[in-house]
């Protein structure tokens, strides 16, 4: 069962809250498709409203808001073995008013020593795997299989190193290649009220070259693919422009999390409306884990102030609920930059675009239902 995926085609953000997915199983594919196959919703997928197509990217919220990068080294350390290995970790979170399971098996790598050590993904995993949705906007670098459901992005290592240096957050070869076979390795399980909807890889079916050649040349080509929901989001056309490279300028985590929640839930952003989330609901990330909970307020203002620094946001409000003295809960709300609507506005129009493709019949399976 480990390699099983199970996801019914017409997934949508309502559809998994509802856990209406049918136990529907596919076979993995182990090798990519030997031929190009031609993708009108890859080319949507690829198509952008914008001046500068180098500075945008996609978001995919229904798989992005499973969490899955939130362990620090320092909790890694904790949680491994005298021998190096480790337990899966789980962490229960709520989404849209479900209660959600996430289980993440670490990835066992060889170590120089011979001997294996537990990895979970963490922040350059994160930052790896945007760059490669934003490698798979890139012509020829991506191919989609709409009947089977299958997306896989051809990289090199070099073109990650690339692509992370221009966006200022550089890693070596090393580092990149460590958190390629993280993705690849480790296993995620999500479950809702405990009954497993899905489990898989990260980056899943890496076809890569020999260990020597890999090592050597780290612009030999690599192709893997990319997680179902992402698969499923191309084909339905459920995935929303967003400015690329203002999230990768974000130095917190925590800051990009919330950059992305008002990229997906403030569509409709302008200067007489604002938006609001509690401080409930960011403790379900699983990145406000301090031991005390006034640190933890302290580090969502943190991610704040970056975003009015990053001129995201133009300012916010706190609403302190308290029970007696003491503080259960803080509402945020948030007002936008122009910048932030202006974007907004362009992703509405790429969407509303897209949609008027997706009566097109040579669109095959699109079904917006």
Not at 41 to 48: C, E, G, H, P, V
Not at 77 to 103: C, I, M, Q
Not at 195 to 213: A, C, N, Y
Request: net charge positive; aromatic share 8%; hydrophobic share 35%.
């Amino acid at each position: 069962m480990s390699n099983t995926q199970k996801i019914n085609s017409t997934i949508t953000h309502a559809s998994i809250n509802k856990c209406a997915i049918p136990y529907i199983r596919y076979k993995l594919v182990k090798k990519p498709p030997e031929k190009y196959i031609k993708s009108l919703q890859l080319d949507l997928f690829s198509q952008f409203v914008t001046n500068d197509k180098s500075e945008v990217s996609n978001t995919v919220e229904i798989w992005e808001s499973i969490p899955k990068y939130f362990l620090t080294p320092a909790q890694v350390k904790k949680l491994r073995t005298d021998t190096g290995h480790a337990d899966p970790y789980e962490w229960n979170y709520s989404e849209k008013g479900g209660n959600f399971t996430v289980r993440i098996q670490p990835a066992l790598i060889k170590q120089g020593n011979n001997k294996y050590q537990a990895f979970f993904p963490g922040i350059t995993e994160e930052l790896v795997e945007e760059a490669l949705k934003k490698i798979l906007t890139i012509q020829n670098h991506g191919i989609h299989d709409v009947n089977k459901v299958e997306t896989w992005v051809r990289f090199s290592l070099r073109m990650v190193l690339k692509e992370l240096a221009s966006r200022g957050r550089d890693r070596n070869i090393n580092q990149i290649k460590h958190a390629i076979e993280v993705m690849s390795s480790c296993v995620i399980t999500l479950s809702k009220e405990k009954k497993e909807i899905w489990k898989g890889s990260i980056l899943q079916d890496l076809v890569t070259v020999g260990r020597e050649e890999y090592l050597a040349d780290t612009d030999a080509q690599h192709i893997g693919r990319l997680p179902l929901f992402i698969s499923h989001a191309i084909n339905q056309l459920e995935y929303r422009q967003f400015n690329y490279d203002r999230l990768m300028s974000c130095d917190e985590q925590l800051t990009r999390l919330i950059y992305k929640k008002l990229i997906n839930r403030y569509r409709h952003a302008n200067l007489i409306n604002n938006y609001h989330f509690m401080y409930s609901d960011l403790k379900s990330t699983g990145l406000l884990q301090q031991n005390r909970e006034i640190d933890n307020r302290k580090k969502v203002l943190s991610a704040l102030n970056e975003l009015k620094e990053k001129n995201i946001i133009a300012n916010y409000e706190t609403d302190e609920r308290k029970e007696s003295r003491a503080i259960t809960d803080v509402k945020y709300i948030i007002y936008p930059s122009n910048e932030f609507i202006s974007e907004q506005k362009a992703a509405n129009k790429r969407n509303s675009d897209s949609d008027k493709h997706s009566i097109d019949p040579n669109l095959i399976s699109v079904n917006k239902s």
